[in-house]
């Protein structure tokens, strides 16, 4: 069975730097997606980044970045310039074909920004 | 396209009650999620549909839960005689194959 561990129950970072939440997780297969969901204090779980993992290089959506070690088996996300409103839960979320492909979803990670 | 809608958002019954959750997923989506989210918990998998049909269903999914989706276009999920452990968000989400999936708002259930 595959496993996602994000071993940061709660980060905190100040307005305008940079953070990385971590993630690792377990399986066999070597085609899968990873993803990394925010959901806001109002609860609508929101995309954030994907990643395909037959793709070597890093995906970046603005001020969200993430850096994927496949061997390693881990996928973090970075905040750069953070903003009050990246406040939230953050879910890493691989989709594994064997699972049938149904999002498998970590612990989360609760991100705080302090102004 | 307005994305994916649940209805009702909140539902309080009396335990012993059944109750019934919809979800309209994003038009062209074939893919269809049931999650359920307790306070300070990641969403837990319930069940999920390819097109009509229900490919996985969660083992800790007792027989009380049941989860359809007609013509693979809409999907209800029906809890029979509820019980104060099922009070939780109840959330949806639609994909296109392995594309990102879309979530919904959630039904917020409360069981007394």
């Known amino acids: 069975a595959q496993t996602v561990t994000q071993s940061q129950p709660e980060m905190s970072v100040q307005e305008a730097e940079t953070v990385t939440l971590s993630c690792t997780y377990d399986?066999?297969?070597?085609?899968?997606?990873l993803f990394w969901y925010k959901q806001p204090p109002s609860r609508q779980m929101i995309l954030v980044i994907r990643?395909?993992?037959?793709?070597?290089q890093n995906a970046t959506e603005n001020r969200f970045s993430v850096n994927f070690q496949k061997a390693a088996k881990s996928f973090s996300l970075k905040i750069s310039d953070s903003q009050l409103g990246d406040a939230a839960m953050y879910f890493c979320?691989?989709?594994?074909?064997?699972?049938?492909?149904?999002?498998?979803f970590g612990g989360g990670t609760r991100l705080m920004v302090k102004p | 396209d307005t994305g994916v809608s649940q209805n009702p958002r909140h539902k309080i019954t009396k335990r012993g009650q059944n109750v019934t959750f919809r979800c309209d997923p994003i038009?062209?989506?074939?893919?269809l999620y049931w999650y359920r989210q307790t306070l300070g918990q990641g969403p837990e998998f319930l069940t999920y549909?390819?097109?009509?049909?229900?490919?996985?269903k969660s083992r800790l999914l007792s027989d009380r839960f049941s989860a359809e989706r007609p013509k693979g276009s809409f999907s209800t999920l029906e809890i029979q005689r509820t019980e104060q452990g099922d009070s939780a968000m109840y959330l949806c989400?639609?994909?296109?194959?392995?594309?990102?999936?879309?979530f919904g708002q959630g039904t917020r259930l409360t069981v007394v």
């Open positions: 989400a639609s994909s296109y194959d392995r594309d990102e999936a879309f």
């Open positions: 399986t066999s297969e070597s085609d899968y997606y």
């Open positions: 990643q395909e993992a037959y793709k070597q």
């Open positions: 979320v691989p989709s594994f074909a064997n699972a049938g492909n149904m999002l498998t």
């Open positions: 038009s062209e989506h074939n893919r």
């Open positions: 549909f390819q097109n009509e049909a229900q490919l996985e």
